[in-house]
């Protein structure tokens, strides 16, 4: 009988070693697909804003090419007056020629009558006065009406080249430039709005692809959990025969520990017991679970009104289990919430701003509310034994043993101890 139990016992071990193994390579497996997902997530939230900013430059777009139409029109309306300007300075130009026809028919005149004045001798002396004044006042005209034919001459070329520029014909092959500059700015917008329409229906292609991660990746989370349910029941079924084991009275190699950490978490309780009669702390201080952060710790690190005397009572007890044997990894109390405010020494370091160090070396002052940590924390039963891996930082783990006994202060539940070995 002593030898089959010892097998199942063995047998046990095994399994349970190998379940927390297997839960805790799926607990990754569902964390990097948690991460995966997020990723996802966001990627397709930049996706939909993408697809919505290129949606943006279509309407920017569509409303450039209405602005460069208005445009054009406004070009046309603007050609049509210019036309009309040029009608109105020929008319304004032959004026000024029927002046000049008429200046000219003037200074005969006048000239033949200042001749017929020289003439008539002293008598016709005024009247050759009035036609020299007349024959040199009708040169003024003529010269300016010739001066605004040659400048309405030079306007007129100059208007007329804008009209050309302006006009927008289909019988001309040869366009005007503000027309082509307007042509290139409607082929770029075109451009641009093609552009965007083509990387709108490749973003669409990659919505859809993401839908599909989204579902496939919540489809793989939903098997992890059921997964995890079961490696959860295959691991509490190992556990729970190494109660059974334990509990028929035979020697087995978790004996000693089991043994080791119900009498030192009796002991705790004890120290914990005398400090309150010796009014060394009150029950509010002890109880106290207002875990206040100490600033830039990377693992989170807390302090409570309970650390100055778990720093006075825990180690001597905590490092003398941990002396028992080599298998020990570690000895601590924690309170019902897993949190530990003195650890052993050797884990009891200052962080060093190393996240991978510091998670391994410096443990202190810190919650492990894991499904352990909390079991542990929170077991009233004699003892509870379980099996676990332990996160060392830097994506480093080892698989341990636990066994845990209730710390309980004049009846009151407080935490538990916590001793973990090896396998």
């Not at 509990?247 to 978790?254: F, I, K, V």
Request: glycine fraction near 8%; charged fraction near 25%.
């Amino acid at each position: 009988m002593q030898a089959t139990v010892l097998s199942i016992s063995k047998q046990a071990g095994i399994m349970g070693r190998e379940a927390a193994e297997v839960r805790g390579q799926l607990d990754d497996a569902n964390k990097a697909l948690a991460r995966q997902s997020q990723t996802v997530l966001a990627l397709a939230e930049q996706v939909r804003n993408i697809t919505a900013a290129q949606q943006g430059i279509r309407g920017t777009s569509d409303n450039s090419l209405h602005a460069v139409a208005r445009a054009r029109e406004a070009v046309e309306g603007v050609s049509t007056e210019v036309s009309g300007i040029v009608s109105t300075l020929r008319h304004v130009a032959d004026a000024a020629s029927e002046i000049t026809q008429i200046a000219l028919q003037t200074r005969l005149v006048a000239f033949n009558a200042s001749v017929e004045a020289k003439r008539a001798g002293e008598a016709g002396r005024g009247f050759g006065v009035v036609a020299d004044g007349v024959k040199d006042l009708a040169s003024k005209v003529e010269s300016s009406s010739k001066a605004i034919m040659s400048t309405v001459g030079e306007l007129d070329k100059r208007i007329e080249a804008l009209s050309r520029e302006l006009q927008s014909r289909s019988d001309q092959p040869a366009q005007g430039s503000v027309h082509l500059a307007l042509a290139e700015v409607e082929r770029g917008v075109s451009s641009i709005t093609a552009a965007a329409d083509e990387s709108r229906g490749i973003c669409d292609g990659l919505n859809g692809q993401m839908h599909a991660m989204e579902a496939e990746m919540s489809q793989s989370s939903r098997v992890l959990d059921s997964a995890m349910v079961r490696s959860e029941s295959f691991l509490k079924v190992s556990e729970h025969l190494f109660e059974l084991v334990a509990e028929c009275g035979l020697e087995t190699e978790d004996s000693p520990f089991i043994r080791a950490v119900t009498e030192a978490a009796a002991e705790i309780s004890h120290l914990l017991g005398d400090a309150l009669e010796n009014k060394l702390i009150t029950a509010a201080d002890l109880f106290d679970e207002d875990y206040r952060p100490i600033p830039n710790t990377n693992p989170a690190q807390f302090t409570t009104r309970f650390v100055g005397l778990a720093d006075k009572l825990f180690p001597a007890v905590q490092e003398r289990v941990l002396g028992l044997s080599k298998k020990a990894v570690f000895c601590i109390a924690v309170d019902r919430n897993g949190y530990v405010a003195t650890h052993n020494r050797v884990y009891c370091n200052p962080q060093r701003g190393d996240l991978a160090w510091d998670t391994a070396n410096s443990r202190y002052r810190r919650i492990f509310n894991d499904r352990t940590g909390l079991a542990s924390a929170r077991n009233q039963r004699p003892f509870l034994l379980q099996t676990y891996r332990r996160d060392m930082g830097g994506g480093k783990f080892v698989l341990l043993k636990e066994a845990a006994a209730p710390i309980t202060v004049n009846g009151k539940h407080w935490g538990g101890l916590r001793l973990a070995f090896n396998f």
